[in-house]
T-cell receptor, first 114, second 114 residues
Framework: AQSVSQHNHHVILSEAASLELGCNYSYGGTVNLFWYVQYPGQHLQLLLKYFSGDPLVKGIKGFEAEFIKSKFSFNLRKPSVQWSDTAEYFCAVKPNNAGNMLTFGGGTRLMVKP | EAGVAQSPRYKIIEKRQSVAFWCNPISGHATLYWYQQILGQGPKLLIQFQNNGVVDDSQLPKDRFSAERLKGVDSTLKIQPAKLEDSAVYLC????????????FGPGTRLTVT
C-alpha cells in the first residue's frame, strides 16, 4: 500500500519569507499528486494537482509544486508567504489505477507571523 | 453551487453508545467518500461509493462501522458501539465520478467519545 510522508509538522514563518513544504510518497507505479489546504474554520480544498506533463504545476494563490519522480517527491513552494496563508497543508497521492482513492500525508501546520 | 453538507457538526457520546452521521453530496456527483481524520493526522479513507454501490470499504472497521447510500444521493455513516479511539472528525467528500476528478469536502462532523 502507498504511504505519504510530510516531514515538517509545524512551520512558522514571517510574512514575505519563502515557503517549501516537503512531501514524499512510496509507490512504484504512476501516481497523481495533490496538495490540499485547510484554512482555519474552513473545509479542505484543493490547492493544486499533478496528473502528467510539466512536472512544475501552479495552483491558486501563488503556490506551485514540483514533481520529482526520481525522488518520489512533490514539494510545495511559495516565494513570499502572507499572513492569510496560515493553514494546514496536506499532500495526497492517488495511484493511477486506484479509482479516486486518495492517501493523505499527516499534514503540515503553517503559521505566518504578520 | 451548494457544497457538500454534513450534519451534525459536533457530537459527544459515551463509549458503547451508537451515533450516525449524514452527508449530502454536491448535486450530480456520482462518487461519495467517507474519511476519518484523527487529531494530528491526515484524513484516512473509510469507504467509497459509486452511486449506491460500494467501491472500496477495505479500511472500514466493519465490526462497528456501517455506511449506506441507498438512493445514490445522500449517505449515512454509523458507529455502533463507539469506542474512545473513534474520537475524530468524520469528513464526507464527493466527486463527479471516479478517476481523476477533484474531491470536494464537507465541513466534517467532530465526534468526541467519552
Amino acid at each position: 500500500a502507498q504511504s505519504v510522508s510530510q516531514h515538517n509538522h509545524h512551520v512558522i514563518l514571517s510574512e514575505a519569507a519563502s515557503l517549501e513544504l516537503g512531501c514524499n510518497y512510496s509507490y512504484g507505479g504512476t501516481v497523481n499528486l495533490f496538495w490540499y489546504v485547510q484554512y482555519p474554520g474552513q473545509h479542505l480544498q484543493l490547492l493544486l494537482k499533478y496528473f502528467s506533463g510539466d512536472p512544475l504545476v501552479k495552483g491558486i494563490k501563488g503556490f506551485e509544486a514540483e514533481f520529482i519522480k526520481s525522488k518520489f517527491s512533490f514539494n510545495l513552494r511559495k516565494p513570499s508567504v502572507q499572513w492569510s496563508d496560515t493553514a494546514e497543508y496536506f499532500c495526497a497521492v492517488k495511484p493511477n489505477n486506484a479509482g479516486n482513492m486518495l492517501t493523505f500525508g499527516g499534514g503540515t501546520r503553517l503559521m505566518v507571523k504578520p | 453551487e451548494a457544497g457538500v453538507a454534513q450534519s451534525p457538526r459536533y457530537k459527544i457520546i459515551e463509549k458503547r453508545q451508537s451515533v450516525a452521521f449524514w452527508c449530502n453530496p454536491i448535486s450530480g456527483h456520482a462518487t461519495l467518500y467517507w474519511y476519518q481524520q484523527i487529531l494530528g493526522q491526515g484524513p484516512k479513507l473509510l469507504i467509497q461509493f459509486q452511486n449506491n454501490g460500494v467501491v472500496d470499504d477495505s479500511q472500514l472497521p466493519k465490526d462497528r462501522f456501517s455506511a449506506e447510500r441507498l438512493k445514490g444521493v445522500d449517505s449515512t455513516l454509523k458507529i455502533q458501539p463507539a469506542k474512545l479511539e473513534d474520537s475524530a472528525v468524520y469528513l464526507c467528500a464527493s466527486s463527479l465520478n471516479r478517476g481523476g476528478y477533484e474531491q470536494y469536502f464537507g465541513p466534517g462532523t467532530r465526534l468526541t467519545v467519552t
